[in-house]
């Protein structure tokens, strides 16, 4: 079993900065193994992808509607994703969750966090 835990939303002006941290535990579960993502669920929408990175963070990979706005890295020695925030827009607010990527598809879901962004 793998658990994640997302922190680091809350409410910022449009124009700020959020850092989304996502830890990653479970018995035999090497983070370092895997590929990582971060989604996000604004109100009545569905889930979408937001970002990703590979197992040692060396290739990373965005949706337009945040390139040059979010960066994801990642640190294995604190079995840790990052989502790094800048300049933030009132569409940017929703629900923000990380998963494990096996194979083509993620699993182990976080239980999210939530980013608010006013304008």
């Known amino acids: 079993q793998v658990q994640l835990v997302e922190s680091g939303g809350g409410l910022v002006q449009a124009g700020g900065s959020l850092r989304l941290s996502c830890a990653a535990s479970?018995?035999?579960?090497?983070?370092?193994?895997?590929?990582m993502g971060w989604f996000r669920q604004a109100p009545g929408k569905e889930r979408e992808y937001v970002a990703a990175i590979n197992w040692n963070g060396g290739s990373t990979h965005y949706v337009d509607s945040v390139k040059g706005r979010f960066t994801i890295s990642r640190d294995n020695a604190k079995n840790t994703v990052y989502l790094q925030m800048n300049s933030l827009k009132s569409e940017d607010t929703g629900v923000y969750y990380c998963?494990?990527?096996?194979?083509?598809?993620?699993?182990?879901w976080g239980q999210g966090t939530q980013v608010t962004v006013s304008s």
């Open positions: 998963a494990v990527q096996t194979g083509t598809k993620y699993d182990y």
């Open positions: 479970g018995r035999f579960f090497i983070f370092s193994n895997y590929d």
